[in-house]
Structures are given as C-alpha cells and as structure tokens.
C-alpha cells in the first residue's frame, strides 16, 4: 500500500533526476584475438602507435532512453550481461557513453559490489575518510560516525571497526560500504547487486534506508537478480536485454513479464 | 522475443508516462528546463578548485591514515619511520662516502650527504607515489566521487610528513657533527614549501600518465635514479665539474636541475660550511620558478583528464 502511495506522490511532482537520451556504450578490449601478446609484439605497436591487434569492441548498451523522476525507485532486470552495471556506471558518470547523453541531477552515487575503499586502513578510518571524500563536515561525520557503524552492524559480533578492512568478510566489506553511501542523502544513488552479500537482518534495514531515501526526493536505482527485493523496494522496473530496453512499466507487470520470459 | 518485446514496450511507455507539459521537448531541452546537467563531465577550473578546497580535510585525513597505515604490518611499526631514511643514509655513507672517496674535498661530509639522500627521497618518492596514486585506487576512484585531484595531493601530503620525521633524524645528526642552530635553519621552511609544490606538480603528471600507462610504475625507479646521480645528492656538483673540460650548457643543465636546486638551498639553510658561493646564480628565483611553474602546468594537466579517470 505505501508503495501505491509513494508512486502517486511522485506521479504528482514528476520532477525529473536523470534523463536518458538514446544512449549507446561501446566497450573496447584490448589484448583478444589471435594478436601476439608477447612483449615484443607489443613494443612494435607502441613504437608504430598502433592500437592493439586485438581490440575488440563490446556494443553493451543499445540505445536506452528512459527518464527517472523524484522519489522513484526503479529496479533493474535482465539476465547476466545484459548491460543493467554498465548503464548505471554510464548514469555514474564513471563510462563515457559512445553516443547519446546522460542528464543527472546532482552527482549521482554508485554502489558496486567489489568497490573496495581502503582495504589497508581501519573500518573506522574507512568510515571517516568515505564521509569526508563525499564532501561530509568533520561535525558531519563526526555526527554520523555512530548510526553509521550501528547501522552497518559491523560490532555485532565485536570490535571489527578498529580492525583493517581488508580481514573482513565479504559481506561485511558490502555492509560498511553501504552504510557509508547511505549515510548521505543523494539525489540519485544506485546500488549494484550491493545488497545481495548481506544477511537477511541487513537486507531489512537497508531496504528501510532506501524508502527514507526516496522520501527525502531522492531516486534509487537498484539491480538485483533477487525479484522479491525489487518487488520490496521498487515501484518501476526497467528490463534490460542485450543491451536493449525491452520494458519499463510498473514492477508487478514487467516481473511478470520477465518471469514468464525467463521460465521461471 | 522481440515481437512480445515492441507490443509489451509500447504499452508500458503509454502507462508510465502520461500526457505532461513537457512533452515535445527533447531530452536536453527538459534537462535544461528541470536544472540537470550531463553526468561526468569536467567541472571548470574554478569550479574545480573550490570542490578541491572542500575537500580539505579529505585530503589530510587521507594522507595522516596512509602514513599510518604504511607500517601497520611491520613488528616495529611506527620506528620504520626514522629508521629507514637512516638506513639510506647509512648505505649511501659506506659507498659515496667510504669506499669511492666522494667525500675528498667537501667539510662536513655526513651532514652534507643525510641533507641530500633525504631531499632527494622527497622528491623520488612523491614522483613514485603519485606515479600510482590513481592506478592504485582504482576501487576507490569508482566507489566515491570526489575531484582526483585529491589523491596525488594527499599523497604528496603524506611525503611532507614522512621527511619531517626524517629532519627530526637530519637535526640530531647535524647536532652530533657540531652544527649548532643558527638563524639560517629557519630558510628550511620556504625551501620546503616551494618543495612540496614543486613536488606536487610533478605528481600530478605522473598521475595522469600512470592511470594510462601504468608500466610506468615499472620504468619510474630507473628514471629516478638517473635524476638522483645527476643531482649531487652524494658529491658536489662544483667539484666534479672543476678542472674538466665540460661544455657550458651543461654546468647551466647540472645547477638548474630542481633537485639540485632544493638540495643545494637545504644544504646552505643547515649546513655551516656550505656557504652562499657554493650556492649557482639565482637560486631562490629557480627554486620559486619552478614551483610555480611544475605547481600550474601539473594541476592543469591532471584537471584536463578529470572525467576520464578510473573509467573502463
């Protein structure tokens, strides 16, 4: 019911926060092919400046329009590979689009699932520095600092913070890293898979964090091969397929739609 | 699949968008009408220095962890700090100054040896580390957004707190050698200063050049090297060069190398028995020179490729 609320809300103001516009990504990967790769093959091309033998070209993103507005979350589908983390590294600003554009409001935030921080310092430095490289206050973070580590849920089992990050679990990495992204209010945040290592107790919470968010007029973007967390968090689903839009309607419709594709 | 595709298309298209005012305008006319901008583009360069200010304390925070962090693993760990421009020291004393016999000719041999290796390390290392500063936070770089250009700073940053340490070790054995505290210690602090700008420049070169080519991490030590035999970190320039026939330019290349230059003036700031002749011509003026000039043309370079970083 509040997700029915929450749309109509947002069906009101139709403010847009990041518009699409016929966007094509090309991938180019270097060193494929039956090219020689051995070093002095390679010295030949850098001295004739000739690219690589093997490039080959990745045409991930087929021409995508689509147009998110305030206080939506729009999940993404689609099988493995079907372009969902490039297009939301292109709304990142983190690819260059080969055509097309991408229109943001503010700086949009991505959360990837192995976008490490600083895997040598602590999670307490973690949480400091990622706070204050997202353009935080000191009194900001220093505020925060609490409902940040509660949140992620890293003491539980005890004092982890004080330890490097790189001793601990994947899950955990996942957990701090998503607590330290939320603890901004974005205008546009996207998560990537981010949410699928932590535990169920985890996933509660962070699916309250993500209505907060859209509440405070943000948008979420989520991927996730999860149907029930979509169907949870979003109100508008986007199914990508060989780097093509197929559908972009209500969640209950193109879940349904996917599912019956997929054969499930 | 693709008929069930265009018929399921359109009719979601007809649900999810009803009829609006801003329809007919194209996607940059809405953009502009609503205040979005195009997602990773290049901020301007006064935009770009004020993000840069915001994130002050990012940048120091950065590098006071990192330099923390450096020894984490280590049993001694914080006593690497002193102990390894000590150790350089050390190595360097026992060839240079023991077993080749540069040190025929030049008082005050060990002082003037320590002040070299250590400004030359500052240098050497800010380059090494700025070499690496995007390519090795790569994570990073994709995680959070922040202007990069805070990486190579931090880094620099980090360098200047790592020698202070390293003159703690420098006053002590400028002490034990008999050289009293004198005035001249105090030009240690505008030398630094322009040699920490200097320094960061470059590293903003080396970084922009490392997130491309990052064999050059690879290729860095041998160049740095090269640098240092040619900067005078464990002889003197002047008497190297004396009663040879070499060509003028140079002995002007040799004396206006920055190295050379920031050595030269920290060995005249602490060392008694380097006296100002010993000094080449104009050196505050090369000195600031080249701070400003490595400082402008290095934030400007690494600014042009702003967006491009961590991409791919």
Request: glycine share 10%; aromatic share 10%; charged share 20%.
């Given at each position: 019911m509040?997700?029915q609320?929450?749309?109509?809300?947002?069906a009101?103001?139709?403010?847009?926060?990041?518009i699409?516009?016929?966007?094509?990504?090309?991938y180019?990967?270097?060193g494929?092919?039956?090219?020689?790769?051995?070093?002095?093959?390679?010295?030949?091309?850098?001295?004739r400046?000739?690219?690589?033998?093997g490039?080959r070209e990745?045409h991930?993103?087929?021409?995508?329009s689509?147009?998110?507005?305030?206080?939506?979350?729009?999940?993404?589908?689609?099988?493995?590979?079907?372009?969902?983390?490039?297009?939301?590294?292109?709304?990142?600003?983190?690819?260059p689009?080969?055509?097309?554009?991408?229109?943001?409001?503010?700086?949009?935030?991505?959360?990837g699932?192995n976008?490490a921080?600083m895997?040598?310092?602590?999670g307490?430095?973690?949480?400091i520095?990622?706070?204050?490289?997202?353009g935080?206050?000191?009194?900001?973070?220093?505020?925060?600092?609490?409902?940040?580590v509660?949140?992620?849920g890293?003491?539980?089992?005890?004092?982890?913070?004080?330890?490097?990050?790189?001793t601990?679990?994947?899950?955990m990495?996942?957990?701090?890293?998503?607590?330290?992204a939320?603890?901004?209010?974005?205008?546009?945040?996207?998560?990537?898979?981010?949410l699928?290592t932590?535990?169920r107790?985890?996933?509660?919470?962070?699916e309250?964090?993500?209505?907060?968010?859209r509440?405070?007029?943000?948008?979420?973007?989520?991927?996730?091969?999860?149907?029930?967390?979509?169907r949870?968090?979003?109100d508008?689903?986007?199914?990508?397929?060989?780097?093509?839009l197929?559908?972009?309607?209500?969640?209950d419709?193109?879940?349904?739609?996917?599912?019956?594709?997929?054969g499930? | 699949?693709?008929?069930?595709?265009?018929?399921?298309?359109d009719s979601?298209?007809?649900?999810?968008?009803?009829?609006?005012p801003?329809?007919?305008?194209t996607?940059?006319?809405?953009a502009?009408?609503?205040?979005?901008s195009?997602?990773?583009?290049?901020?301007?360069l006064?935009e770009?220095?004020?993000?840069?200010?915001?994130?002050?304390h990012?940048?120091?925070?950065f590098?006071?962890?990192?330099?923390?962090?450096?020894?984490?693993?280590?049993?001694?760990?914080?006593?690497?700090?002193?102990?390894?421009?000590l150790?350089?020291?050390?190595?360097?004393?026992?060839?240079?100054g023991l077993l080749?016999?540069t040190?025929?000719?030049v008082?005050?041999?060990v002082?003037?040896?320590?002040?070299?290796?250590?400004?030359?390390?500052f240098t050497?290392?800010?380059?090494?580390?700025?070499?690496?500063?995007?390519?090795?936070?790569l994570?990073?770089?994709?995680?959070?957004?922040?202007?990069?250009?805070?990486?190579?700073?931090?880094?620099?940053?980090?360098?200047l707190q790592?020698?202070?340490?390293?003159?703690g070790?420098?006053v002590?054995i400028?002490?034990?050698?008999?050289?009293?505290?004198?005035?001249?210690?105090?030009?240690?602090?505008?030398?630094?200063?322009?040699?920490?700008?200097?320094?960061?420049?470059?590293?903003?070169?080396?970084?922009?050049?490392?997130?491309?080519t990052?064999?050059?991490?690879?290729?860095?030590?041998?160049?740095?090297?090269?640098?240092?035999?040619?900067?005078?970190?464990?002889?003197?320039?002047?008497?190297?060069?004396?009663?040879?026939?070499?060509?003028?330019?140079?002995?002007?290349?040799?004396?206006?190398?920055?190295?050379?230059?920031?050595?030269?003036?920290?060995r005249?700031?602490?060392i008694?028995?380097?006296?100002?002749?010993?000094?080449?011509?104009?050196?505050?003026?090369?000195?600031?020179?080249w701070?400003?000039?490595?400082?402008?043309?290095?934030f400007?370079?690494?600014w042009?490729?702003?967006?491009?970083y961590?991409?791919?």
């Amino acid at each position: 019911m509040a997700e029915q609320k929450d749309a109509a809300q947002a069906a009101e103001a139709r403010v847009p926060t990041v518009i699409a516009d016929e966007l094509h990504i090309v991938y180019r990967v270097y060193g494929t092919g039956a090219g020689k790769g051995g070093a002095t093959a390679a010295l030949n091309r850098i001295i004739r400046r000739k690219p690589s033998a093997g490039v080959r070209e990745v045409h991930a993103v087929k021409g995508v329009s689509f147009t998110a507005y305030r206080g939506e979350s729009i999940g993404l589908i689609g099988s493995n590979g079907s372009g969902k983390s490039t297009l939301l590294k292109a709304v990142a600003g983190l690819l260059p689009a080969e055509s097309g554009k991408v229109y943001t409001h503010g700086q949009p935030s991505l959360l990837g699932v192995n976008a490490a921080l600083m895997n040598d310092l602590t999670g307490e430095k973690n949480v400091i520095l990622g706070g204050l490289a997202m353009g935080m206050s000191r009194e900001q973070v220093r505020e925060r600092y609490e409902g940040i580590v509660d949140f992620s849920g890293i003491n539980e089992k005890g004092d982890f913070i004080s330890l490097p990050m790189r001793t601990y679990s994947s899950g955990m990495a996942a957990r701090l890293r998503f607590s330290i992204a939320a603890a901004k209010d974005h205008d546009v945040l996207m998560i990537d898979e981010a949410l699928a290592t932590g535990d169920r107790s985890f996933q509660k919470r962070s699916e309250e964090r993500i209505r907060e968010l859209r509440k405070e007029a943000g948008t979420v973007f989520l991927v996730s091969h999860n149907n029930k967390s979509i169907r949870d968090t979003c109100d508008r689903v986007l199914w990508l397929e060989r780097g093509e839009l197929l559908m972009d309607g209500p969640t209950d419709e193109v879940i349904k739609a996917y599912e019956k594709e997929s054969g499930k | 699949m693709s008929t069930v595709s265009e018929t399921t298309h359109d009719s979601a298209v007809a649900m999810s968008a009803p009829p609006s005012p801003d329809e007919g305008l194209t996607a940059a006319q809405r953009a502009q009408k609503y205040g979005l901008s195009q997602s990773g583009a290049r901020p301007s360069l006064p935009e770009y220095v004020r993000q840069l200010w915001d994130r002050r304390h990012f940048i120091s925070a950065f590098s006071s962890a990192k330099l923390t962090a450096q020894y984490s693993q280590a049993k001694l760990g914080q006593v690497w700090q002193v102990a390894t421009p000590l150790l350089n020291a050390l190595v360097y004393y026992l060839i240079f100054g023991l077993l080749i016999g540069t040190r025929k000719g030049v008082p005050d041999f060990v002082p003037f040896l320590v002040t070299g290796v250590f400004i030359f390390t500052f240098t050497q290392s800010s380059v090494m580390a700025g070499t690496r500063a995007i390519s090795g936070n790569l994570g990073l770089v994709r995680a959070l957004h922040f202007p990069r250009a805070c990486l190579p700073i931090s880094f620099c940053l980090m360098q200047l707190q790592q020698l202070l340490f390293s003159m703690g070790v420098l006053v002590l054995i400028l002490l034990g050698f008999g050289q009293l505290p004198t005035w001249s210690w105090l030009l240690v602090f505008p030398a630094l200063l322009l040699q920490f700008v200097f320094n960061t420049g470059l590293a903003m070169v080396m970084a922009r050049l490392g997130s491309k080519t990052p064999d050059l991490a690879q290729l860095m030590p041998f160049i740095m090297r090269t640098w240092m035999y040619a900067s005078g970190v464990m002889f003197s320039i002047d008497l190297i060069l004396k009663g040879k026939d070499v060509p003028g330019f140079v002995e002007v290349v040799l004396n206006a190398n920055p190295a050379a230059v920031y050595i030269d003036l920290m060995r005249f700031a602490l060392i008694d028995s380097f006296t100002a002749q010993q000094l080449p011509p104009h050196v505050w003026a090369f000195a600031a020179g080249w701070a400003v000039l490595m400082g402008v043309v290095g934030f400007v370079y690494f600014w042009k490729a702003e967006e491009r970083y961590g991409r791919g």
